[in-house]
């Protein structure tokens, strides 16, 4: 009767363990699909600043049976990372990017407002939803544009994806947020000096 209490209490021990996650922290490295052969920038020289306007790095927490403990965020400023992706993007679609503070025809700013991580199914994870929203201000002259956009990711688990496949489901999510602000062709076609 000792024996089987004793391997019923590791065997829970085990299972409460196993429920038990760990913090998490990720780099944000968005990638973006480019469509060389248009041309909508035709040489514009576009300002382009990017700002990590999150309230914290904090973006969720990995659920489990210490689900308060198990935060996921995101690591250091968001903004570079984030600045060299659009910067490929629009150069690829026409656009030219100065250096900060050089001659532009228009400017462009986009603020990263949210990078959110939910945790489906409590302490036994089912499912993680992803979900990343941008603001950009475009000015060109006395003329300004402003757009939101969000880009969601949702993936069925089995069990709660560790490190790596929570840094590709982020990076999905702020990616295709991102492929939705360079895809907009009313925020280029302003910015070309178009709208």
């Known amino acids: 009767m000792r024996k089987r209490i004793w391997s019923l209490s590791v065997l829970a021990a085990t299972a409460l363990a196993a429920c038990a996650l760990s913090p998490q922290v990720v780099s944000v490295r968005p990638a973006l699909e480019t ?5 909508i920038g035709e040489g514009t020289r576009l300002a382009l600043n990017v700002v990590d306007a999150r309230p914290s790095s904090v973006i969720g927490q990995r659920g489990g049976v210490y689900e308060k403990t198990a935060s996921i965020r995101t690591e250091g400023d968001v903004a570079p990372a984030v600045r060299r992706e659009l910067v490929r993007a629009l150069e690829a679609v026409g656009f030219s990017i100065p250096e ?3 001659p532009a025809d228009a400017a462009l700013t986009v603020e990263v407002a949210s990078i959110v991580y939910t945790a489906r199914g409590g302490t036994f994870v089912r499912g993680v939803d992803t979900s990343a929203t941008v603001r950009a201000e475009a000015r ?3 003329r300004t544009f402003t757009g939101r956009y ?5 993936k069925n688990v089995m069990t709660a994806p560790g490190a790596d496949e929570n840094e590709a489901l982020i990076n999905a999510a702020v990616s295709n947020v991102l492929q939705r602000l360079v895809a907009d062709a009313e925020l280029l076609g302003f910015l070309a000096g178009g709208g």
């Open 35 to 39: 469509a060389e052969h248009r041309t």
């Open 100 to 102: 900060a503070g050089g």
């Open 140 to 142: 060109r002259g006395s």
């Open 150 to 154: 969000r880009g969601t990711q949702t």
